[in-house]
């Protein structure tokens, strides 16, 4: 019996990885639990029943960093046709401490460098295309190369160049493997309570119903990186973005963090749209939010960059984390794991 305990665990070790594919190496957490029920919380705009996912997938355990931004960087922004680069991340207070040097052609090729200081916090100033794009790249096995077709046009995106206002045809492909998260992928990565196919939820990403607190020093738990009464930075300058992972034991039930504050983080939903103008979603607050800080922690709040009056659509507080699937062949390994330890209490 212990012997065979001792090689499911194996099985499932091999099975969920920490979402290594190359030379960037994404952690990720399992968030299982599929076909769970959706939230009764009712958001500000009257939209309810989030967080409900059918399928098992992994996410990042935390942001995107300065630092993996910057290896893609030096894989794919030679040229930089599509601006994944944008000048105010060379800041190393609003910025994400990476610098560009070079002419950005052919011969004479950009290259990127990061602050050792920003590695490990939250890449900013990134559009929602961007993250896209970053995503795209991942599911082609971190390829090295110009911008377009197998590096960052087509994937679990189709993108061919778009970089517009709108785009609210270009949803996620079959067949995706890595991608920035539907927004209830999100939120149940964030709020749902990971006690199996339920609808409960924390009202916060900490794991608590409780506001958070911002005492980086606090081994408790319960802490985020924003702006909060006694309205001071957690961190002053020139970081104000954590490092990843900063606050201790303030970890979702799945074990991401900072999905409450650092930065707003993309995800795939359609927040609003018009004629003309679509706006992607954007949840769980940034280290700015002044005085509403905790409030926009919450569930209930969802936003974009509309509300904000921002075109385009990169700004000192937004980022993104990534999304994951399982290999065909990681899943199998979970059931017949799951399988064999049925038989197992069966006998």
């Known amino acids: 019996m212990r012997a065979f305990r001792t090689a499911c665990m194996a099985c499932l070790l091999i099975a969920w990885p920490a979402g290594t594919t190359g030379a960037v190496n994404i952690e990720t957490v399992r968030v299982g639990n599929p076909g769970n029920a959706g939230d009764t919380e009712v958001v500000w705009d009257g939209t309810t029943g989030y967080g409900s ?45 990476i610098t560009r040097s070079g002419g950005g052609t052919v011969g004479n090729p950009y290259t990127y460098t990061v602050a050792s200081s920003h590695v490990n ?25 110009n911008q377009g077709p197998g590096t960052t046009e087509t994937g679990a995106y189709t993108l061919n160049g778009y970089n517009g206002d709108d785009g609210r045809t270009i949803q996620r492909n079959d067949g995706w493997k890595w991608a920035v998260p539907s927004e209830d992928e999100w939120y149940k990565a964030a709020y749902h309570k990971n006690d199996g196919v339920t609808g409960n939820y924390w009202d916060y990403p900490t794991s608590s119903n409780t506001a958070p607190g911002q005492d980086m020093a606090d081994a408790s738990g319960d802490n985020a990186n924003c702006y909060t009464a006694p309205y001071t930075y957690p961190i002053d300058s020139p970081y104000y973005t954590t490092v990843a992972g900063e606050f201790q034991n303030s970890d979702s039930p799945y074990g991401t963090f900072d999905q409450g504050g650092n930065v707003w983080e993309w995800n795939e939903s359609i927040v609003y749209q018009d004629a003309t103008y679509s706006a992607r979603g954007l949840r769980g607050g940034s280290f700015d939010e002044c005085p509403y800080a905790d409030s926009l922690l919450l569930a209930w709040n969802r936003t974009s960059v509309y509300n904000y009056g921002l075109r385009p659509y990169e700004y000192f507080d937004c980022g993104f984390r990534v999304s994951e699937v399982p290999e065909p062949a990681t899943v199998l390994l979970l059931v017949f794991a799951g399988l064999g330890a049925l038989r197992t209490r069966r006998a």
């Open 53 to 97: 996912v059918g399928y098992t997938y992994n996410i990042g355990k935390y942001e995107v960093t300065a630092g993996q931004y910057t290896e893609y960087l030096n894989r794919v922004g030679g040229v930089d046709t599509y601006g994944l680069y944008h000048t105010e991340m060379a800041n190393t207070s609003s910025g994400s401490g």
């Open 121 to 145: 916090r939250p890449v900013n100033w990134v559009s929602y295309w961007d993250s896209c794009r970053f995503a795209n790249w991942l599911h082609n096995g971190q390829p090295t190369g």
